[in-house]
């Protein structure tokens, strides 16, 4: 299943409409010297037409390249070579191996019925064993969008057959996907070590905490809205079972501790620890578990290979619209408007903030991650926001992006498992955005949640 958002979804008759208002839009500012507005105006028309995100930032870059003759045509693909030719970014299609054999493997059920035998005695059990479930998830696939493909099914069935309104767990398992990108491995914050050149180790282990953070925020919602509804008691603590899913669980547990352990032992880089979670999941599945047969293994091997051919297209894409943005000292220009109204930090990173989230609506996050890194993070860095710190908030403000429409692909993801209409979805998942976005204002404006354990660590 792809990680990204390949386009809009917009009704036909519509885009004629934009297309020709963009389009003219684009001749004026083009005619009129306006460089940057020209660019701009290009990539918000082909991205509200429907074009892919990979072919909007390549198309509106190439065009501005064209038109304003700044620079030869064969810039553009000497910078998108540069822009993926990075070992960090290694990592990422062997996370995502590494998620998508856990899922194949049926690990996941494993970690289910744990979480379940961990947290089902409580009131509402079903909604925070979503949550807990998500937490030991997002240490083997690094992706909201796998977190909802690979457990949202077992989750919402469970959840509908023990009597829990379809909108309630479809809007629980829609935000507590949500942790997976920020407690490591982490598939966003590999891409931002890479445009922020910032220790991807370090990152990893700054998520760690607003995490765990979010899935608390996220079982007090649970637990209220539990009582408001009536929801009971899944099911009574028994310890004999909780040891006896503990014990068949194990070894798939043991992976999320290869990853951060080697990390944080200095054994091995974060994409090395990225391979090694591959071999072990590899191991698991094939030797231990023996339900990874050839076939379902070359089917999981093709799903990798699309999405991360994928994901490395629009980072190849991005890399030069991101380019055009600082050879023309936008970013520059940028920061200083923004330091001009204020030099306050928190209204700085309250400013910022918002407009990640709006940005968040309207593009993926690995498109959104390397465009605005470089115009962001000058401005952050020049009111003495931590690059480390920075980080974990903009991936937590795109993570909650995928929840919000147009582009939402936790909801199309999960429309699509539970059979239910987008809308509906939407409707489900809106409560949850309260705890996510509280969770967001302390990690934004408390950096010692996210700093604490790297300076720690590392520091």
């Known amino acids: 299943m792809s990680a990204v958002s390949p386009s809009f979804r917009r009704p036909q008759a519509v885009a004629p409409i934009i297309l020709a208002t963009g389009t003219a839009l684009c001749v004026w500012l083009a005619w009129s010297g306006q460089d940057m507005g020209f660019l701009f105006a290009c990539l918000f028309t082909m991205l509200l037409t429907g074009i892919p995100v990979a072919v909007a930032l390549g198309g509106s870059s190439l065009l501005f390249v064209y038109i304003t003759g700044q620079v030869p045509d064969f810039v553009v693909a000497h910078r998108m070579i540069n822009g993926v030719d990075s070992f960090p970014l290694l990592a990422i299609p062997f996370f995502i191996l590494a998620g998508a054999l856990m899922n194949g493997a049926g690990i996941t059920y494993r970690l289910f019925n744990f979480a379940n035998a961990l947290m089902g005695w409580m009131r509402g059990g079903l909604g925070h064993v979503n949550i807990g479930a998500s937490i030991i998830f997002s240490g083997m696939s690094g992706a909201a969008v796998a977190d909802a493909g690979g457990l949202g099914m077992i989750e919402i069935k469970a959840m509908r057959e023990r009597g829990y309104d379809s909108d ?160 023309n000292q936008f970013t520059d220009y940028f920061a200083t408007i923004l330091t001009s109204y204020t030099d306050n930090q928190a209204v700085i990173l309250l400013l910022m903030t918002l407009i990640m989230l709006v940005v968040g609506c309207f593009m993926e996050t690995v498109a959104a991650i390397t465009i605005l890194v470089p115009v962001l993070l000058p401005v952050a860095t020049q009111v003495g926001v931590d690059p480390v710190h920075f980080g974990v908030i903009m991936v937590l403000n795109l993570m909650i992006g995928l929840l919000t429409p147009p582009v939402g692909m936790v909801l199309y993801v999960l429309s699509r498992v539970s059979d239910v209409s987008f809308e509906q979805c939407m409707r489900g998942t809106l409560p949850f955005l309260v705890p996510l976005l509280i969770s967001l204002l302390l990690i934004t404006f408390i950096p010692e949640i996210s700093m604490w354990l790297p300076s720690l660590l590392y520091r």
């Not at 293994?297 to 297209?313: D, G, K, N, V, W």
Request: proline share 6%; glycine share 8%.
């Open 168 to 327: 309630f767990a479809i809007g629980i398992t829609a935000a507590s996907s949500t942790i997976g990108p920020i407690i490591p491995p982490s598939l966003p914050m590999v891409i931002y070590g890479v445009m922020a050149s910032a220790s991807i180790g370090q990152l990893f282990i700054a998520g760690l905490i607003p995490g765990l953070l979010m899935a608390a925020t996220l079982m007090i919602m649970v637990a209220w809205i539990a009582r408001r509804r009536g929801y009971p008691r899944d099911t009574q603590f028994a310890l004999g079972r909780l040891g006896s899913t503990f014990s068949r669980a194990f070894l798939s547990l043991l992976t999320p501790l290869i990853i951060i352990g080697g990390i944080i032992s200095g054994a091995f880089t974060p994409t090395e620890a990225a391979i090694a979670a591959v071999v072990y999941a590899l191991f698991l599945g094939s030797v231990i578990y023996r339900t990874l047969p050839p076939r379902r293994l070359l089917r999981i091997s093709m799903e990798t290979i699309e999405t991360t051919a994928i994901i490395l297209l629009v980072v190849a894409s991005a890399s030069i619209f991101s380019w055009i943005l600082i050879s």
